[in-house]
T-cell receptor, first 114, second 115 residues
Framework: AQSVTQLGSHVSVSEGALVLLRCNYS??????LFWYVQYPNQGLQLLLK??????LVKGINGFEAEFKKSETSFHLTKPSAHMSDAAEYFC????????????FGTGTRLKVLA | DVKVTQSSRYLVKRTGEKVFLECVQD?????MFWYRQDPGLGLRLIYF???????EKGDIPEGYSVSREKKERFSLILESASTNQTSMYLC??????????????FGEGSRLTVL
């Protein structure tokens, strides 16, 4: 069975500092991996995704993530945090089995300090 | 602009009431999903549908049912609302493209309070 673990339910960074949000997954088949962001009182929107090919994936708003199969990780990074990055971030995995079921992590709330 | 629209952003219902949550997407997507979001628990799948009139149970289907009579519309029904169904409900849709998982497009959510 697939699972997703996000380390740290709350992360605080200073404005301009590196953002690192951690995601580890377990999957018995090659996974498809996603990061979504949720701003207050809104639905989720896609930041980036990995399906096949290049393991470093670039997304919107300056975020990127690297798929590391040996570490079963898909950590999200941004070199310099902006106040507008304050939101909740969700990592998700799909097994691509055709059922199109997605397993979500429990989320990490990012706070950006001025 | 592609869109998933949920009919109600906020609802307050009484215990035992029947509740309908409606979701419409304008992207001609085959797949539609209903999730429940609770603090500390992330998103949990209630039901999903990969075609008209087709549905599959997710991880927490108890107390819920769904209806998909048209491709663009996916309804979540709480037959008899209970206080433990107070939550944020998120509808999403995705396209089918071979075996590649398409991204999910989400609505803005429906926050349900059951008193």
């Amino acid at each position: 069975a697939q699972s997703v673990t996000q380390l740290g339910s709350h992360v605080s960074v200073s404005e301009g500092a590196l953002v690192l949000l951690r995601c580890n997954y377990s999957s018995s088949v090659p996974p498809y991996l996603f990061w979504y962001v949720q701003y207050p009182n809104q639905g989720l929107q896609l930041l980036l995704k990995y399906t096949t090919g290049a393991t470093l994936v670039k997304g919107i708003n300056g975020f990127e993530a690297e798929f590391k199969k040996s570490e079963t990780s898909f950590h999200l990074t941004k070199p310099s945090a902006h106040m507008s990055d304050a939101a909740e971030y969700f990592c998700a995995v799909s097994d691509g089995s055709g059922t199109y079921k997605y397993i979500f992590g429990t989320g990490t709330r990012l706070k950006v300090l001025a | 602009d592609v869109k998933v629209t949920q009919s109600s952003r906020y609802l307050v219902k009484r215990t035992g009431e029947k509740v309908f949550l409606e979701c419409v997407q304008d992207m001609d997507h085959e797949n539609m999903f209903w999730y429940r979001q609770d603090p500390g628990l992330g998103l949990r799948l209630i039901y999903f549908s990969y075609d008209v009139k087709m549905k599959e149970k997710g991880d927490i289907p108890e107390g819920y049912s769904v209806s998909r009579e048209k491709k663009e519309r996916f309804s979540l029904i709480l037959e008899s609302a209970s206080t433990n169904q107070t939550s944020m409900y998120l509808c999403a849709s995705s396209a089918t493209s071979g075996r590649v998982a398409g991204e999910l497009f989400f609505g803005e959510g429906s926050r349900l309070t059951v008193l």
